[in-house]
């Protein structure tokens, strides 16, 4: 059960360690020590990284759904509690 607690925890850490990352605003590049725009955007549904093909078009940026990653969330969290209520 330990196991199980473990690896739950370390997938939600990770998921919200992508999601902070994803989330800042401005990117600083070290190497030439400039602050830029985050082409990436996260509106809790989506995520948005503007690609610039076209100039100042919404056209331009690609979106990926996060709904597939919340619904296996909501599964997994919904085993682990069915698989904690079996043992006890």
């Known amino acids: ?11 939600l850490g990770a998921l919200i360690y992508l999601v902070m990352r994803i989330s800042v ?9 400039l602050d830029v725009t985050n082409p990436v955007t996260f509106n809790g549904l989506n995520i ?22 919340y619904l296996l969330i909501l599964i997994s969290i919904i085993l682990l509690i069915g698989g904690l209520k079996r043992k006890k």
């Open 48 to 69: 948005g990284i503007k690609t610039n093909i076209v100039e100042n078009s919404q056209e331009s940026i690609y979106y990926i759904s996060m709904i597939p990653i």
């Open 25 to 33: 605003n401005t990117l600083t590049l070290k190497d030439i020590s």
């Open 1 to 11: 059960m330990k196991r199980i607690i473990l690896a739950f925890s370390l997938l």
